[in-house]
């Protein structure tokens, strides 16, 4: 039970799709979560269209969106920005308020990777949400580079990369475009996880605007509203140290769960031991009925 919006942000027309329990009776309102998708992804990725699923079954409505230039929402495509992401959340909120079966005073963020970022800081600086859940989350974006690209060469490469579209847009007046795993690195046997309309080439601003987001800054925000965050304890794409600074920096109520079955797509592998905990800690912090 889907219902397909139009969201507007900033002017500009975001794809959506808002799915309901199969049980919610008419004139019923019930809690509502957004679940974010990755980097230069979009609302069909397995690490959306799975959650969104899992908490549709639960009783929760949800609602799923193709970011400002990514997959149908307008925008320039790849021209991705993290406080721009951000705005569209905000308003992404204000829309799913307005819907006659979502409860506006009941609506949490969720997020995979790039997503968990975004929904960290708009959850932190927007007292509207009443949770956040990370998975596979960073909250800070030169800690969390340096991870992705270790060594003094590959950190060098990264580097010199930043520095030279400083120059080329100086000269340009634009920013130059750089492959998306030369931002961040996916092993080949994870590709797999990464839709074909994805965007492939990125303007070098995208990196330097992640480089520059820090939601670790302003966690601290949250509280008293409550934090999950998830991580696979060896993460091969973003290092799981961002998840526990995250945890040590935010107040109560917070939890943090490392997986070791699983790996950075943790929910488009749909794994029991995920969707447990989960569940457990939306009927303690978040429940359908209250």
Same mark, same amino acid.
């Given at each position: =039970?889907?219902?397909?919006?139009?969201?507007?942000?900033?002017? #500009?027309?975001?794809? *959506?799709? $808002?799915?309901?329990?199969?049980? $919610?009776?008419? *004139?019923?309102?019930?809690?509502? %979560? $957004? %679940?974010?998708? *990755?980097?230069?992804?979009?609302?069909?990725?397995?690490?959306?269209?799975?959650?969104?699923? =899992?908490?549709? +079954?639960?009783?929760?409505?949800? #609602?799923?969106? +193709? =970011?400002r230039s990514c997959g149908d929402s307008e925008g320039e495509f790849g021209h991705i920005l993290c406080l721009d992401q951000v705005a569209d959340t905000r308003n992404a909120l204000s829309f799913l308020q307005k819907h006659p079966s979502v409860d506006a005073n009941r609506v949490g963020v969720m997020g995979s990777s790039f997503g968990a970022a975004v929904a960290l800081y708009s959850g932190s600086i927007d007292d509207r949400f009443g949770c956040v859940i990370s998975s596979g989350g960073w909250g800070n974006g030169e800690r969390k580079f340096r991870g992705q690209h270790p060594g003094e060469a590959a950190w060098k490469k990264f580097t010199d990369m930043l520095d030279e579209n400083r120059l080329y847009k100086a000269k340009n007046g634009k920013s130059m475009m750089v492959d998306r795993y030369d931002i961040v690195p996916v092993p080949d046997r994870m590709r797999h996880h990464i839709l074909e309309k994805s965007v492939e080439k990125f303007p070098a601003d995208t990196a330097q605007s992640m480089f520059d987001f820090k939601a670790e800054e302003v966690i601290d925000k949250l509280s008293p509203r409550p934090l999950l965050l998830l991580h696979s304890s060896v993460d091969s794409v973003t290092p799981t140290e961002q998840s526990i600074r995250l945890f040590e920096r935010a107040g109560k109520p917070k939890d943090l769960h490392l997986f070791n079955e699983t790996d950075h797509f943790m929910f488009a592998e749909s794994m029991p031991r995920v969707r447990a905990v989960v569940k457990d800690w939306l009927d303690r912090y978040f429940p359908v009925n209250v």
């Open positions: =039970m889907e219902e397909n919006v139009t969201i507007i942000s900033d002017g #500009l027309k975001l794809s *959506g799709a $808002i799915g309901l329990p199969s049980d $919610i009776p008419p *004139g019923e309102t019930r809690p509502a %979560v $957004i %679940v974010l998708h *990755g980097f230069g992804s979009n609302k069909n990725a397995g690490n959306v269209q799975i959650p969104c699923k =899992m908490l549709n +079954d639960w009783g929760y409505i949800t #609602l799923r969106f +193709d =970011m």
